[in-house]
């Protein structure tokens, strides 16, 4: 669990779902058969456990939105009308949308802010979505969802049975405070591999303290209920078979996943030849192996690298040129490589608003370029990523973050092209962590040093030089 150093035998009741292979002496793993074994048990949990909380850990792609819709359909069909706790907006709209997608005559409310445009507008079009800024106009719903922030200023003269808190590693455990009063009993589900949870002032007088605000909710809920149900979703659904290994050994060493596709599974194909060029050459390359790495000449640069961001540019204008196709599980047919389903990822927004101009000055579009923390829960074919560290004359805690990295590595379903300048790794190796050790604060494992010269050791493997 890369969010904290917690060794196998500390998760009690952790659903053990990582099938050895054939070698082992056992069946081959069936990625289906494991995800509805360990959904059937949270579930289970869920629905009669009688902790007051149950936590899922869920790595990228694994179906984390699909389990957050049944589990509240099926508290919902058993008499228990819940709350459901999202982070941002964006978040709760899709739960709504997703549950009437599933269930169109089921009652659903859409707790908002006064403001204007605060929800989707698609869910005026809902017959059984009912929306509202005040709580008592929601009365009878059997599903309510909101923001945690929205929740934190409601208050009910009974509180709910029952919640379910998505994201919950990317919820601050003193917004947890704030809601904890609504509901007896919740599943929380999140990604422990991601981003730690946003805080705009330091939390440095805080650590190592009980009631760190800065900590995350569920760090901190099972800090103090280490007996608390505990499982995890086995399988990844989003990353390929190319990437899975990667990505599970280096951010989720003790919560360790599989790919729910095999290595003929997917494939990416080009309908025009490349021409030989080093943008081309590494595109051909993560086509065959699912990564790639365009490596430019060492140099220290600003943080906005006008050459680096035209290799990332040149890189997208050229994964539309050569009509690219994607084929998968999901269709015979090859689908058309579009600008829908190419992502950007940087570290900075400024290095965002830097690549969103170089494309635009290349005549592309509808590309999605965004930092990591925006990025988080999206999905892309191809993921085209300006890595933290490139052309950085230090290593700061902000670049070593392990969930940046991990978020940037594990957008993509066939292939994920990483542009940096060379010498990460030397960079890597004179500045160790130098970040106080402080009393009482769970050792984060692995660090963003170890994670980065994992993923490192890997991509050099399929690197293309600029100039070669």
Known sequence: MPRSANPPGRRRGMTDLHHAGPSAGRQPFDPGAAAGRATDAILHDTLHST??????????????????????????AAGRPL??????????????????????????????????????????????????????????????????????YTKVDEPWRHAIVDEAYQMRSDALLSVAGLFERALFVG???????????????????????????VSTLLAHNPDLPQHRLPVSWRLPASAAPLVSRAFYPY???????????????????GDGSAVDRVLDEAAESGWGLLELPARHTPRTDPEAVRAVALTVRRLLDRGGAATSEHAAEPAPLTAARIAVGTAHRDQAAAVRAALAGLGVTGVAVDTANRLQGR??????????????????????ETGRLCVLASRHRH????????????????????????????????????????VLAHLAEHRVGWGT
Not at 52 to 76: I, N
Not at 199 to 214: C, F, K, N, R, T
């Open 255 to 273: 919560t360790p996943f599989r790919s729910g596709t095999g290595h003929g599974d997917r494939r990416l194909a080009f309908g025009v030849p």
């Open 83 to 152: 709350m459901v706790v999202a982070q941002t907006n964006a978040q709760v709209d899709d739960l709504v949308l997703r549950l009437a997608g599933k269930d169109p005559d089921l009652p659903v409310g859409r707790l908002h802010s006064s403001e204007p445009g605060s929800f989707d507008p698609a869910l005026a079009d809902l017959p059984a979505v009912r929306t509202s800024a005040r709580i008592a106009d929601l009365a009878g719903m059997d599903i309510v969802v909101s923001t945690a922030a929205k929740w934190a």
């Open 379 to 400: 999905e892309f074919d191809v993921t085209v990523v300006l890595h933290p560290l490139s052309g950085r004359p230090d290593a700061t805690a902000f670049h070593l």
């Open 191 to 217: 990604d422990p591999g991601q981003l730690d949870p946003f805080s705009i002032v330091g939390a440095e007088q805080w650590a190592g303290l009980a009631y760190d605000p800065s900590a995350s909710a």
């Open 415 to 454: 292939a994920c092209i990483v542009v940096s300048r060379a010498g990460v790794a030397d960079l890597l190796d004179e500045h160790p962590s130098t970040e106080p050790v402080q009393l009482g604060v769970t050792v984060k494992f692995p660090d963003g040093w170890e994670a980065n010269h994992a």
């Open 51 to 76: 902790h007051r909380g149950v936590v899922v850990d869920s790595p990228p792609g694994a179906g984390k939105s699909t389990l957050v819709v049944r589990a509240a359909r099926e508290l919902a």
